[in-house]
């Protein structure tokens, strides 16, 4: 059990570029989460996977905003046309089928800094 | 919808004093808790959990939290503190609807005096 892990650890892009960015979840765990966290606040729930399916989306999940995670195992997230409110922690989490309830493991993040 | 808040942003202790984190949470039922720690540079990593039975809960690192269900209350505690504890500290509660997605508080950012 390597835990999660996600790359790159960092991202400066330029304003209106896309970007990707890649977690790979723990092992045999079917559910994968992405949230955002942005200075000095609490991470933000962002969008949920069971396996391949694409379950829920947030509200603050624009349509610039869009998730994969195509053959149930490691998951992308890509921003289009990337926006200085963009910058932002994006941190992946994962949940096997014996985890209790909601509980999450979570990955290093993804520190994003759009100029 | 469920809601967190942890009224404490900074909190600075000195090494060795004990500490206590509180965390208030808006939930209509017997809720799921949890309490995540974020060092600089780190995931966020589980402290401990709480779902049911014995109120009072251990986790890792020596913390402990105890649910109050009158004060909708799950403060997070350590006897003595040392100056690796130098954290984010987050109180998140399970949202039972569809994804069974954390909501968290905003944190508390603990720091040790020498």
């Known amino acids: 059990d390597t835990g999660v892990s996600q790359n790159p650890r960092h991202k400066i892009t330029k304003r209106g570029q896309n970007v990707t960015f890649r977690c790979d979840p723990i092992?045999?765990?079917?559910?994968l989460y992405w949230y955002r966290q942005t200075l000095g606040q609490g991470p933000e729930f962002l969008t949920y996977?069971?396996?391949?399916?694409?379950?829920?989306k947030s509200r603050l999940l624009s349509d610039r905003f869009s998730a994969e995670r195509p053959k149930g195992s490691f998951s992308t997230l890509e921003i289009q046309r990337t926006e200085q409110g963009d910058s932002a922690m994006y941190l992946c989490?994962?949940?096997?089928?014996?985890?209790?309830?909601?509980?999450?493991?979570f990955g290093p993040g993804t520190r994003l800094t759009v100029t | 919808a469920q809601s967190v808040t942890q009224p404490d942003i900074h909190i600075t202790v000195s090494e060795g004093a004990s500490l206590e984190l509180r965390c208030n949470y808006s939930y209509g039922a017997t809720p799921y808790l949890f309490w995540y720690v974020q060092s600089p540079g780190q995931g966020l990593q589980l402290l401990l959990k709480?779902?049911?039975?014995?109120?009072l809960v251990q986790g890792i690192k020596g913390f402990e939290a105890e649910f109050k269900r009158s004060q909708s209350s799950f403060n997070l505690r350590k006897p003595s503190v040392h100056w690796s504890d130098a954290a984010e500290y987050f109180c998140a509660v399970g949202a039972p609807q569809g994804a069974q997605k954390l909501v968290f508080g905003q944190g508390t950012r603990l720091t040790i005096n020498p």
């Open positions: 996977f069971q396996n391949e399916a694409q379950l829920e």
């Open positions: 709480y779902f049911s039975g014995d109120t």
């Open positions: 092992s045999e765990h079917n559910r």
């Open positions: 989490a994962s949940r096997g089928r014996g985890n209790t309830p909601y509980e999450q493991y």
